[in-house]
């Protein structure tokens, strides 16, 4: 063996890195080859040879098995070096792009954290309860032609279904604000991209959203700008489409939606810009309050004109939109111009009679059980008056003619005292027309029209007079009471018949009348006559008379007045004794007044209470009184109501110490009672009216019947005049002669066989036509109503009915609450003294 030092065998994997020529072939560069066969072969022996040098078969089959472990490490070797080669050129900006593999894993990563966040949040956001400013709408109060009166609550919003918004604004809003809506899924990721990149590149803040999302944000969310407030938008916009229709969500949307000028909805945009309802949008009109919304402050161009250039721009838009979308004809588009919204529209606030008006019509809804006072705060409801605009704007118009434009309250300190109130009210319906509550409700709050706390003096006569023949009561020396019987009326002449202290009322001025007929005492307001006559009728029936007319029975000092409850000490209001002359008018048939004639709630109608009519008095009481009443307007204190240019009826009232004047009368077709008060504006104590605009008193007569002629003028202006149609009670007529003693009065005759000198019942004295309830339910004569029919003294009590003669009742002067002044002749109020006008209590002044 030679000392040379042997070569070694290489390792597995071992492969020489000495060059190799450019044009050795591949294999010779491995020292693994292989053979023809495909196995592999080595230069160097792995085994012991045969004596040929060729391996045996042990060594073949350990040399084939290294050979092929060499080769696979070759391979790997191989393919390291490659990927080492490969690094080796990634250098500079290379090493940052990322390869094929990286983009593929970081693809499926963010689609699986995308596709997991969906789901989560799809899961966790769930559609939540409106908020609360969504929700909150006002309750719109109409007139009878639909007008708006007023729109109270805190947001100016009214609910209407999207059959009730014009196609042309259904279509206008979508070609503003959303084309595809009918097609596309509730979000648009590329639309919210697209504005979220327009806004960042300074082409103006846009939305991406969809109408859903918008309405998701409206009607659910806030309106702050937050991501957190748009994942939710997303996510309940996407769920919201699944659970209601398109229809559904546009409507939601159009009643949402913010249009500037406090407007909530296009219902209160379309009143607050054009005064109509959403029903009645062109498209002019529509593409403009579409317009809107994209920019509701700047956008409305009577506040902002400079802007008009750019809200035009915006407007042809939404119509270029229209017609491509095949909404709109060109041809019509092409006629259209800009409409400039109004500069001013009806004002939906509370001054002037809106306030009084809202206020009183709610307390009729509660009170009838229409509506609970909870859901009218909740707000949504339409309600439809009874109120006609006309009318309404007539009454206002004659106050200020005949009264506020008289005042001059920086000279005269009276005349800051002066109030009015009043009534109108259609006779055969019932339905209160109109109504003047004060000058601006903002300034005085308190409705003069439904007040009780002014007495009504005088004008509480004729419910004296109808119970009389109501009852068929005769006087105390037992003749019957009529048009015609014959009374006393010296002043002061105490009352026969009561049996409570000594009642003596003094007339207007103290004037002595002498003997005088019923007509004639009605047309001078002879106070003398009327408080015998209460005593004859009985104060009790006289109360129940005036409750069955339409006065009610809450009214104050109406139980306790005795004699004096016909002075008018009864504090009623002006609407109660509207409705109780309008059952007058009505020939003694009574329907209980409304205010409301429709009342709806997002659409749905909300039933009314029945109003039946009924017979209040018989029609021979109630007509022969409307007789009586004529010679009042005719010949008596309210001449001045002759300038209403039709036959009416109706009488004059002063109340104690001049703190009120009344007038209350009626045509066929229209009963209107008008009322001056006095009060003081800091105290709200009642204040005496003496010089107020410079006249030394105000009566009945006066003011009152001045506004009534010119209001019922112009309230009825073209409709035909109509006559009263009168069936009197028999002897209506004829004038009685005085009593047998006629220095004592009618009442000084104690004689109870003192016969009656009535005529005998035959049948009606006027042609007028027959009651349409069948005939007459008037008085029968003495048989049916014995009570009073016997003559003698009657002692019925105060507050209580005259009976049979036997009644017991106290009362008296500590018991009536003081008298009332009341208009004489001459077409005045009689002037009280310093004490007032009621009469004598044992010498001393009844106040």
């Keep these: 063996m030679s000392d040379e030092p042997q070569p070694k065998k290489p390792r597995p994997g071992w492969a020489s890195h000495e060059p190799q020529a450019a044009d050795t072939p591949d294999d010779s560069r491995d020292d693994t080859r292989t053979d023809a066969a495909g196995l592999p072969r080595s230069n160097e022996s792995d085994g012991e040879a045969d004596g040929h040098g060729e391996p045996g078969p042990a060594s073949a089959s350990a040399t084939a098995g290294t050979s092929a472990k060499t080769g696979a490490s070759a391979k790997k070797t191989a393919r390291e070096g490659r990927r080492a080669a490969l690094k080796a050129r990634r250098t500079g900006w290379r090493r940052l792009v990322p390869t094929w593999r990286m983009v593929l894993g970081a693809f499926l990563v963010t689609a699986l954290l995308v596709v997991g966040g969906f789901l989560l949040g799809y899961t966790l956001v769930q559609i939540p309860a409106a908020n609360a400013l969504a929700t909150q709408q006002a309750n719109v109060y109409l007139y009878a032609d639909g007008s708006v009166i007023a729109r109270d609550g805190e947001v100016n919003r009214e609910n209407v279904t999207l059959s009730q918004i014009s196609e042309d604004a259904q279509h206008a809003v979508l070609a503003a604000e959303d084309r595809d809506f009918y097609t596309e899924s509730a979000v ?69 939606s913010f249009f500037g000028r406090g407007a909530y909805g296009i219902q209160a945009a379309a009143h607050a810009y054009y005064d109509m309802d959403a029903s009645e949008l062109d498209a002019g009109r529509a593409a403009y309050l579409a317009a809107l919304v994209n920019a509701p402050s700047q956008y409305d161009v009577v506040a902002h004109p400079g802007n008009r250039a750019f809200v035009e721009k915006r407007w042809n838009y939404v119509l270029d939109g229209m017609v491509d979308e095949g909404w709109l004809d060109p041809a019509e588009r092409a006629r259209l111009t800009f409409p400039v919204p109004k500069r001013t529209t009806l004002s939906t606030s509370m001054s002037g009679q809106r306030g009084y008006i809202v206020n009183i019509v709610k307390q009729h809804l509660t009170d009838n059980k229409i509506v609970d006072e909870a859901s009218l705060d909740a707000g949504g409801y339409r309600i439809t008056t009874t109120l006609q605009k006309s009318k309404q704007d007539a009454f206002v118009e004659s106050v200020d003619d005949n009264l506020m434009d008289r005042l001059d309250p920086k000279n005269r300190k009276v005349d800051t005292y002066v109030r009015a109130g009043g009534a109108s009210i259609e006779p055969k319906t019932g339905k209160v027309v109109a109504m003047y509550n004060g000058i601006d409700y903002v300034k005085q709050y308190t409705a003069n029209a439904t007040r009780r706390d002014f007495q009504t003096g005088s004008s509480f006569k004729p419910f004296v007079f109808t119970a009389a023949v109501e009852n068929g009561s005769r006087t105390q020396d037992g003749r019957r009471i009529t048009p015609g019987t014959r009374y006393d009326g010296t002043s002061e002449r105490p009352v026969q018949g009561w049996p409570g202290p000594r009642y003596a009322p003094e007339n207007e001025d103290h004037e002595d009348y002498g003997d005088l007929t019923v007509s004639e005492a009605t047309d001078k307001s002879v106070n003398a006559v009327y408080a015998q006559m209460a005593v004859d009728v009985g104060p009790d029936r006289v109360r129940r008379t005036a409750v069955d007319l339409g006065i009610s029975p809450d009214t104050p000092s109406l139980d306790d007045a005795g004699p004096s409850i016909a002075l008018g000490v009864a504090s009623a209001s002006v609407l109660d004794m509207t409705q109780a002359y309008a059952t007058l008018a009505n020939h003694g048939k009574h ?75 009626y045509t066929p077709d229209l009963a209107t009672v008008v009322a001056v008060m006095g009060q003081d504006p800091v105290t709200a104590g009642h204040k005496s009216l003496y010089g107020a605009m410079g006249l030394p008193r ?80 008037g008085d029968d004569g003495s048989e049916s109503q014995g009570e009073n029919g016997t003559g003698g003294t009657t002692t019925g009590s105060p507050t209580g009915d005259t009976g049979d003669g036997g009644g017991t009742g106290t009362g008296g002067g500590d018991t009536t609450g003081g008298g009332t002044t009341d208009d004489g002749g001459s077409n005045r109020d009689e002037l009280p003294g310093p004490g007032g006008l009621s009469g004598a209590l044992d010498g001393r002044r009844w106040d």
Excluded: H
Excluded at 202 to 225: A, C, D, H, M, P
Excluded at 591 to 601: A, H, I, K, R
Excluded at 607 to 615: G, H, I, K
């Design 698 to 777: 105000v009566n009945g007569g006066g003011a009152p019947a001045e506004i009534w002629g010119q209001y019922t003028r112009d309230a009825l202006e073209g409709e035909p005049v109509s006559s009263f149609s009168l069936r009197l009670q028999p002897g209506a007529d004829e004038s009685q002669p005085p009593a047998p003693d006629s220095s004592g009065g009618p009442s000084s005759s104690g004689d109870a066989s003192a016969p009656a000198t009535d005529a005998p019942d035959d049948g009606d004295t006027d042609s007028g036509t027959p009651d349409d309830d069948g005939g007459s339910t």
């Design 188 to 256: 648009d990721p590329l639309a919210m991209v697209r504005g979220a990149w327009n806004t960042l590149t300074g082409k103006g803040k846009q939305s991406g959203s969809t109408i859903t999302q918008q309405y998701v944000k409206n009607y659910y969310l806030r309106q702050e700008q937050t991501v957190t407030r748009k994942v939710k938008e997303f996510f309940i916009a996407i769920k919201l489409d699944r659970n209601q229709s398109k229809d559904e969500i546009l409507e939601g949307y159009l009643n949402t």
């Design 591 to 665: 329907t209980p007044y409304t205010l409301v004639e429709e009342v709806t709630q997002n659409g749905r109608d909300i039933d009314l209470p029945e109003r039946r009519t009924r017979r209040a008095v018989s029609r021979e009481a109630a007509d022969t009184t409307t007789s009586v009443l004529k010679g009042v307007v005719e010949n008596g204190t309210a001449t001045a109501a002759q300038t209403s240019g039709r036959p009416a009826a109706g009488k004059t009232g002063t109340a104690e110490e001049d703190t009120a004047a009344w007038f209350a009368g």
